[in-house]
């Protein structure tokens, strides 16, 4: 089955809801290399607390695009992987992040003219 994403009752926008939040890109970049643990995680990331990269975390797994993998040592060790689906995510993800970079200038200027402030 596949979706229609102009359908306001349609899943896929579920879907785009995830893959479009910042954190949920950024876990996908930061997982591609391979698996990592929480506090991995949050130093790549950035500007993320806790709560909010768990919160993700979460919702990514029950949305299928990584397991959380708890090792039975003492301190107890959790590390994060991305799943076949969540890999087959980091193309695209890496192409928009691509994008972003090599644009990011002409963008911030836009958004500066639009404002009527200086480049």
Same mark, same amino acid.
């Given at each position: 089955m596949r979706g229609d994403a102009f359908d306001p009752g349609c899943p896929?926008? @579920?879907?785009l809801d995830r893959i479009g939040d910042k954190w949920s890109v950024l876990v996908v970049l930061s997982l591609t290399d391979g698996p990592r643990r929480?506090? *991995? @995680?949050?130093?790549?990331?950035?500007? %993320?607390t806790p709560k909010v990269l768990t919160q993700t975390l979460r919702a990514m797994e029950r949305d299928g695009l990584l397991t959380r993998h708890v090792f039975? *040592?003492?301190?107890?060790r959790v590390e994060y992987a991305?799943?076949?689906?969540? @890999?087959s995510l980091g193309k695209p993800i890496q192409a928009i992040t691509d994008w972003a970079e090599e644009n990011v200038e002409a %963008? %911030?200027?836009?958004?500066?003219?639009?404002?009527?402030?200086p480049a």
């Amino acid at each position: 089955m596949r979706g229609d994403a102009f359908d306001p009752g349609c899943p896929t926008r @579920l879907i785009l809801d995830r893959i479009g939040d910042k954190w949920s890109v950024l876990v996908v970049l930061s997982l591609t290399d391979g698996p990592r643990r929480f506090t *991995e @995680l949050r130093r790549l990331i950035g500007g %993320v607390t806790p709560k909010v990269l768990t919160q993700t975390l979460r919702a990514m797994e029950r949305d299928g695009l990584l397991t959380r993998h708890v090792f039975a *040592e003492v301190p107890p060790r959790v590390e994060y992987a991305l799943t076949p689906l969540g @890999l087959s995510l980091g193309k695209p993800i890496q192409a928009i992040t691509d994008w972003a970079e090599e644009n990011v200038e002409a %963008v %911030v200027a836009a958004r500066a003219r639009h404002d009527g402030l200086p480049a």
